[in-house]
């Protein structure tokens, strides 16, 4: 029986075991994905367990995709660039520490019939999932990537890995065609990003990284000004599916019954 865990602190409301454990089912494996709630101190021993092979593979979240970094033998480039790591693996005896939210993200933007390619993006926050997006962008080769967070000088350390974005002061706009919401905000109902609406034309893209609720206020708004928009289903799915693909060699579905199963 292989041993699948999600980590991070809150850890109550992951939907990750309930994705994962349909996968194992419908794939007819002999596995469990659990979730489990830590602390930074417990972070050490329980990766030691994957070096002894009591535990397959682990997924990790807010907020210790940064801080598993010191305990692991090995990252991927996609980790290291981004300094994020959300999936943990054994490889030939090395705990390897690699980042599928990067693809996660762009096979969202591809499976939602936007075309991204020379477009210019508005990036809201620079906290722990804001790398991982700047990384997906220029692999899909977009124009121009703008950045803007409310603590400016952390927008600048990211600057300092990704050269080429333009820092936005907090609470102005630029000129965009697509506006990614990447903060927090959101995930209490009654949380507002404060932006003129009443400025932003009708044929922009926002997409938000929040998918519960399904409908942040950033995108309700958007929504009643005609733009199109997008939560972060779609992307939670797919980092899922490449996680379950490294652990269990095999590609799960992502159907109809995946996206109802986390509605
Ligand atoms: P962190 O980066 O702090 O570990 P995160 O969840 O990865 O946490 O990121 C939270 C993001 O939401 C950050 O961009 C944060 O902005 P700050 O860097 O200024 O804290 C943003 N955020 C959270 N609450 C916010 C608020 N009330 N107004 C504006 N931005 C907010």
Request: aromatic content about 10%; charged content about 25%; hydrophobic content about 40%.
């Amino acid at each position: 029986m292989k041993k699948f865990l999600v980590i991070g602190n809150p850890i109550e409301h992951s939907l990750s075991p309930k994705l994962h454990n349909y996968w194992i089912k419908s794939n007819n494996l002999k596995a469990i994905y659990d979730k489990k709630k830590l602390d930074l101190s417990e972070l050490e021993n329980l990766i030691k367990e994957v070096k002894e092979k009591k535990i397959d593979g682990i997924n990790v979240t807010v907020p210790f995709k940064n801080s598993v970094i010191p305990f692991l033998d090995k990252l991927s480039n996609e980790a290291q660039k981004t300094q994020s790591v959300n999936t943990i693996y054994l490889r030939d005896g090395m705990v390897i520490g690699h980042n599928t939210d990067i693809e996660g993200f762009e096979l969202a933007i591809k499976h939602t019939n936007y075309d991204i390619d020379g477009k210019k993006v508005f990036i809201l926050g620079a906290g722990g999932v804001s790398p991982s997006i700047i990384l997906a962008l220029n692999n899909m080769s977009v124009k121009k990537i703008f950045i803007s967070n409310r603590t400016h000088s952390k927008a600048e350390n990211l600057k300092k890995n990704f050269n080429k974005i333009e820092i936005i002061k907090w609470g102005t706009m630029p000129d965009f065609d697509m506006i990614i919401n990447a903060t927090s905000l959101g995930l209490k109902n009654d949380e507002n990003i404060i932006l003129d609406y009443s400025k932003i034309s009708s044929e922009k893209f926002f997409y938000d990284v929040i998918y519960n609720p399904s409908e942040t206020n950033f995108l309700k708004s958007a929504k009643k000004n005609g733009n199109k928009i997008e939560n972060g289903k779609k992307m939670f799915i797919y980092q899922a599916q490449a996680s379950f693909k490294i652990w269990n060699n095999l590609e799960p579905k992502v159907d109809d019954r995946v996206m109802e199963l986390l509605n």
